[in-house]
């Protein structure tokens, strides 16, 4: 009797191990999905921080930012696979995860040291997933009319699994990434992507893993879209000159008296709209030194200012 009852909490046991292994992967899978979902309001909620050099992630080319102005190191769509893989990570003070820590009032991390998944702090948390594998926050081509997009991406498997990316074309790869549905547990790669990778390689992301998942719906992808805006002022004043900031860039308008319109989509670096968040400052008076302050505010929508 005592042999059978043995057998039988064998078999049960083989019977519940699977159950409880894919119940297991589903968690994860459901936490890492949230804890994208909150570096991505942190993210977002960075629009409008004045500190370029240490919060504000939207630290950009192409966005009218002044020059001297250091830039935000984001991944590269071209270089994401080694990212991913990388057993480390070197504190970066401009990059996106030091920007982040930031945000969240880490302020252990040592700039230029190396961390791993075994350092266990919160500037690790950050980078790494439940996986060992590193986060990526990917920008997207600048300059982009109305909009700059950004992808943050979790690559959800072991480190021996591994998944290539493509290498050739920057933006290519980051269009086929943001186009592509990744929510499926039957996802698969981009179509493009079988003609830039090998016939092996493309295979792999189509494959079933654990959970009777692909290995394409193990990559979750979040897509962020940070809107741009344009200003117009109108300077019906006889007398009067209008100087506007537009973030840290100092009179990038300066709209003489009587001038009419001014368009911010006029001037270099704001032709494609200006960045959300970015603060706007304006000032009037007959001449620079004796001007003042009329108007000071975030811009998160296209704004028609009139002097008179």
């Known amino acids: 009797m005592l042999v059978v009852a043995i057998a039988i909490i064998g078999i049960l046991a083989g019977a519940i191990a699977p159950i409880v292994a894919n119940k297991l992967d589903d968690a994860e899978m459901r936490g890492e999905k949230d804890a994208l979902q909150a570096l991505k309001r942190d993210f977002e909620a960075t629009y409008d921080a004045t500190d370029f050099a240490n919060l504000n992630l939207s630290s950009v080319p192409s966005s009218g930012l002044p020059t001297g102005t250091v830039f935000t190191t984001f991944d590269q769509a071209n270089a994401v696979g080694t990212r991913i893989y990388s057993q480390s990570?070197?504190?970066?003070?401009?990059?996106?995860?030091?920007?982040?820590?930031?945000k969240r009032g880490v302020s252990t991390y040592v700039s230029g040291g190396t961390y791993t998944v075994q350092s266990a702090n919160e500037y690790s948390h950050i980078a790494f997933n439940p996986y060992g594998s590193q986060r990526c926050l990917v920008i997207g081509p600048t300059g982009e009319s109305g909009q700059q997009r950004y992808l943050l991406l979790s690559l959800m498997v072991p480190?021996?699994?591994?998944?290539?990316?493509?290498?050739?074309?920057?933006?290519?790869?980051?269009?086929?990434?943001?186009?592509?549905?990744?929510?499926?547990v039957q996802a698969q790669p981009p179509s493009a992507w079988a003609s830039v990778l090998s016939a092996a390689d493309f295979a792999l992301w189509g494959s079933v893993s654990t959970n009777n998942r692909t290995n394409a719906s193990r990559l979750l992808v979040q897509r962020i879209v940070q809107p741009k805006f344009s200003l117009t002022l109108a300077n019906n004043s006889q007398s009067d000159t209008a100087w506007v900031d537009i973030g840290p860039a100092v009179d990038a308008i300066t709209a003489l008296p009587a001038s009419g319109s001014n368009s911010s989509a006029s001037i270099p670096g704001f032709s494609s709209g200006i960045l959300a968040g970015r603060l706007i400052v304006v000032r009037r008076g007959p001449t620079a030194s004796a001007s003042y302050e009329v108007e000071r505010f975030f811009l998160y929508s296209d704004v028609t200012l009139t002097l008179q």
Request: proline share 5%; glycine share 2%.
């Open 89 to 102: 990570i070197v504190v970066d003070p401009a990059g996106w995860v030091t920007k982040l820590a930031e």
């Open 159 to 184: 480190q021996y699994r591994t998944l290539s990316f493509p290498t050739s074309d920057l933006t290519q790869t980051f269009d086929t990434i943001w186009d592509q549905s990744w929510e499926s």
